[in-house]
């Protein structure tokens, strides 16, 4: 029989049998002929047309005609990489019988997709939205697909939604605008009249849509799942990623202008990130429910507009992913990676939630779409690293060449093979849920509440996150036209929370009018379970919604501006780039053109990035170091005022030393103190740090690290004078 064994790299061994190499080759055509010119067609004469039986042109046109397949019709744009994933202990083993989860000394290969969800294949990446967070683990058990997001809930309940929700987000259907954004008149009258879209609107809303990195965001399985252990016993399991690096994001000002100056921001970040070494690591914790327990809360477990807040239910660390594999191909891999909800491994089930249920239906289906066949799993990057024996495959693009003359079972002319598993060979077996009731188009009361969940992460948020929301609320329905629609959203807002709804209503030029909330569009009964839950427990505040609250310090992987010009100090640069680089951070030299720069004491330095092809958006902190000629050259640029005022203003860590603080004051950089002339003190304040001569630059550069790991500074109330 053959081997179900799988380590790190089975998957790439598996992928090696696919890859081509040009290099020595010589090109031929897809028959293997080889080819001697591909500038000219075949022609009659020298100006005459092109023959028919031109075999290389025909194919070569024949190719690029086909070159695309559909777009998933959301998620279009996204980026992938391959890693694999290692428990920490077997301590899962008590409540899973999935092995992946439970070995520690087994490696399992995976690969992930992380995507935005309304824009188009060739969108920009820092849109506000939400992030697909989908991972395929190549098990020795077959694929387990774990296809997430980076917010805990989503907007409907039923999957029956999800079309009109789709169809309300994407561009218009008449003129196709706005591309990759929520924020106009169909999607706000949709989300005003659709109410159980509240909580998610407030997590779409905040800066978790904005994330500053794929490697800084977390992911949740979004829907309670089952585990199953060996015993056969059930329980709920609630899925998170947690990345090592911390949750971070954009600030919108800077995301917006990203999408032009780099709208390939997220991508290119993952993608550097891996390329240097720097491997993206998440940790994968759950949250487990006993079954007994379902009605113990005050929302419905089924419930995805819901989460479990860690403060009620803890998350238990299960283990390690670490992406260190960029792919070798985008449409081989991350294009064709076909993602599926119900792919599961024994040890790992669904439950009832309504939402889950549709999506059960709809992944097969939209592959079939994708690829126009269901041999779509043949696909290299589908394909699981243990043997697959079916009688199934005819159809297109098929692959396999499936031997004898037995494709059906029962059979006896193959002796009954192949051979079916008993589970502890390892079958697949669904959990035995009892269920019954009576058809019915309709949902539990258990469904109705569509606020409370949105009015505890509102109360959990610090006061800087509530005003990025306030200010997201702004934008997003200061571009909706009709009124209306903005004051049946503001009167939503009012039930979440009415401070909320007033600061909303502030920017919109609007009244709150209460009346004008929807109720809900939902088709209500009462049963047991909302009977049961009006009982149970709740929070009103959870801090482990804030990314304020608990936020991981840490520069690795940060990247840091050093603006200089010729006669820059040689000592400072040196000292700080080490000290930066030392914590794992970048430093880049940006000046106004590519050349080598030379220093005060004639050392060199070459240009990473001139202003032309960089902006303060691409940095998260800046530094400026002394030299007087560099900082004289430096204050005539408007483009270098610009980078610190722009930094400022996004709250990023400036560090600046001797003349450097010069060019700091000669910026429009506010309200903030700097070091006096002569002395030796490093001063701090709210993320500019600086120091003069006299003070030791090992000091100053610990100081700037410290700033550079807080990532955000938002305590700089000056911000909003600064012009940038
Ligand atoms: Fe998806 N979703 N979804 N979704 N989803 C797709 O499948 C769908 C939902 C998610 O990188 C599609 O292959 C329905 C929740 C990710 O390839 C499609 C419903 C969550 C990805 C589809 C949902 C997700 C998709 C489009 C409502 C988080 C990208 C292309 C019931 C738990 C996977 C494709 C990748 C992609 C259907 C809601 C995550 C059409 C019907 C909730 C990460 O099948």
């Given at each position: 029989m053959s081997s179900r064994k799988v380590d790190e790299n089975s998957k790439n061994r598996q992928l090696d049998e696919f890859r081509e190499d040009s290099k020595d080759q010589f090109m031929t055509t897809d028959q293997g002929v080889r080819v001697n010119h591909v500038d000219d067609s075949l022609k009659a004469g020298f100006r005459g047309p092109t023959l028919m039986e031109d075999f290389l042109f025909r194919e070569r046109m024949t190719h690029f005609d086909h070159e695309s397949i559909p777009e998933?019709?959301?998620?279009a744009r996204g980026s992938g990489a391959h890693g694999f994933f290692q428990p920490y202990?077997?301590?899962?083993k008590e409540f899973t019988k999935a092995k992946f989860l439970t070995d520690p000394n087994v490696k399992t290969p995976l690969f992930v997709r992380f995507s935005t969800v309304?824009?188009?294949?060739?969108?920009?990446?820092?849109?506000r939205d939400v992030r697909g967070f989908a991972t395929k683990f190549y098990t020795e058990e077959g694929n387990y697909d774990?296809?997430?997001?980076?917010?805990?809930?989503?907007?409907?309940?039923?999957?029956?939604k999800f079309p009109d929700l789709v169809h309300a987000i994407?561009?218009?259907?008449?003129?196709?605008?706005?591309?990759?954004?929520?924020?106009?008149d169909t999607f706000w009258d949709f989300a005003s009249l659709m109410p159980e879209t509240t909580h998610m609107l407030m997590w779409v809303l905040s800066?978790?849509?904005?994330?500053?990195s794929f490697r800084m965001m977390e992911g949740f399985g979004v829907h309670t799942f089952r585990f199953i252990n060996a015993a056969g016993k059930a329980r709920f399991v609630k899925f998170h990623w947690r990345p090592l690096l911390g949750t971070h994001s954009l600030v919108w000002d800077e995301a917006q202008k990203l999408n032009g100056k780099d709208p390939d921001w997220l991508r290119r970040d993952l993608w550097e990130a891996i390329d240097m070494g720097d491997y993206p690591e998440f940790e994968l914790a759950v949250q487990i429910v006993e079954e007994e327990d379902e009605?113990?809360?005050?929302?419905?477990?089924?419930?995805?507009?819901k989460i479990i807040p860690e403060e009620l239910v803890p998350l238990r660390p299960i283990g390690k992913m670490t992406l260190n594999r960029n792919p070798d191909n985008f449409f081989a891999e991350t294009e064709q990676v076909a993602f599926h909800p119900g792919n599961l491994v024994p040890g790992i089930d669904v439950t009832n939630d309504p939402l889950l249920q549709g999506r059960l239906f709809s992944y097969v289906d939209t592959q079939i779409n994708r690829f126009?066949?269901?041999?779509?799993?043949?696909?290299p990057i589908n394909r699981p690293v243990v043997p697959v024996h079916n009688g199934q495959g005819a159809g297109f693009m098929r692959q396999t060449i499936n031997k004898g003359k037995v494709n059906y079972?029962?059979?006896?002319?193959?002796?009954?093979?192949p051979k079916l598993a008993s589970e502890e060979e390892g079958a697949y077996v669904h959990h035995q849920e009892k269920v019954e009731g009576h058809k019915v188009r309709a949902r539990s009361?258990?469904?109705?509440?569509?606020?409370s969940q949105a009015t505890l992460f509102w109360n959990s948020m610090t006061e800087p996150e509530k005003k990025h929301l306030v200010e997201a609320i702004h934008f997003e329905l200061g571009k909706v036209e009709t009124i209306a629609i903005r004051e049946r959203m503001v009167a939503n807002f009012n039930k979440v929370a009415p401070d909320l709804a007033q600061r909303a209503a502030e920017g919109l030029g609007?009244?709150?009018?209460?009346?004008?909330?929807t109720e809900t569009t939902g088709n209500f009964a009462k049963d047991k379970a909302s009977e049961k839950i009006s009982e149970g427990k709740s929070v009103s505040?959870?801090?482990?919604?804030?990314?304020?609250?608990g936020k991981v310090e840490s520069a690795k992987s940060r990247r840091v501006a050093i603006l200089l010009e010729d006669g820059y100090n040689h000592d400072e640069v040196m000292a700080i780039k080490q000290a930066l680089q030392s914590e794992g951070a970048q430093a880049k030299i940006v000046s106004k053109v590519f050349k080598n720069l030379k220093s005060s004491t004639g050392e060199e330095i070459a240009v990473d990035k001139s202003h032309i092809t960089t902006g303060?958006?691409?940095?998260?902190a800046v530094y400026v170091p002394g030299g007087q000629a560099s900082v004289e050259a430096m204050k005539k640029q408007g483009d270098v005022l610009h980078f610190l005022n722009e930094a400022f203003k996004h709250c990023k860590a400036i560090g600046a030393s001797r003349e450097g603080i010069d060019l700091l004051l000669a910026s429009?950089?506010?309200?903030v103190q700097v070091a006096e002339e002569a002395s030796a003190d490093i001063v701090s304040d709210k993320g500019v740090v600086s120091a003069r001569a006299a003070a030791s630059l090992d000091a100053f550069g610990a100081s700037f690290l410290e700033a550079i790991k807080k990532h955000r500074h938002w305590n700089r109330e000056e911000k909003s004078m600064v012009p940038a």
């Open positions: 998933r019709v959301v998620h202990n077997d301590s899962m309304v824009g188009s294949r060739g969108s920009a990446d820092t849109v774990l296809v997430g997001n980076n917010i805990p809930v989503f907007f409907i309940q039923d999957s029956i994407k561009p218009r259907p008449d003129h196709e605008m706005p591309q990759a954004s929520a924020a106009h800066d978790r849509a904005i994330p500053r009605f113990k809360f005050n929302f419905d477990l089924l419930d995805a507009t126009n066949s269901a041999n779509f799993a043949e696909v079972w029962p059979n006896s002319l193959a002796e009954g093979h009361e258990s469904f109705k509440d569509h606020f609007i009244e709150v009018k209460p009346e004008m909330a505040e959870s801090p482990a919604v804030s990314m304020e609250i303060s958006i691409m940095f998260d429009d950089v506010a309200g």
